[in-house]
């Protein structure tokens, strides 16, 4: 593990947390929470992370317009978090299958269930 020099080495981190990931690592994971950061992205990407839908669909289950939700979707798949494919005239999109996906699912998940946990006691 890489020693780091410290000004005030206190013993508390030096060694404990491996090498720190660079700035274009943090601002790649900024981006990626800053497009779950909007409510309604991050309702429509919980949405398809259970569930393949088109735009029609995603909309009457959000209670928005069809281009409203068009417009959260480019945000989503320009981040990586959902792909699409295409049936005919139909699109349908559902959350990509990487792990990124998976463990922002995952957070998700908790965090619903830590600030509602009513809706978990079924």
Not at 23 to 45: C, T
Not at 67 to 81: C, I, N, Y
Request: charged share 20%.
């Amino acid at each position: 593990m890489q020693s780091l020099n410290l000004p005030h080495d206190h013993g508390r981190i030096n060694g404990s947390i491996g090498p720190v990931p660079s700035d274009d690592d943090f601002s790649e994971a900024a981006g990626v929470f800053r497009q779950l950061g909007d409510s309604s992205r991050l309702r429509i990407f919980w949405l398809l992370c259970h569930s393949e839908e088109c735009v029609t669909n995603i909309s009457a289950l959000v209670g928005m317009s069809s281009p409203a939700v068009s417009h959260h979707l480019r945000q989503l798949r320009s981040a990586g978090l959902i792909e699409s494919r295409r049936a005919g005239k139909e699109v349908y999109y559902r959350a990509s299958s990487s792990e990124k996906t998976g463990v922002l699912h995952s957070a998700i998940e908790k965090m619903v269930e830590m600030t509602c946990p009513s809706c978990h006691e079924r």
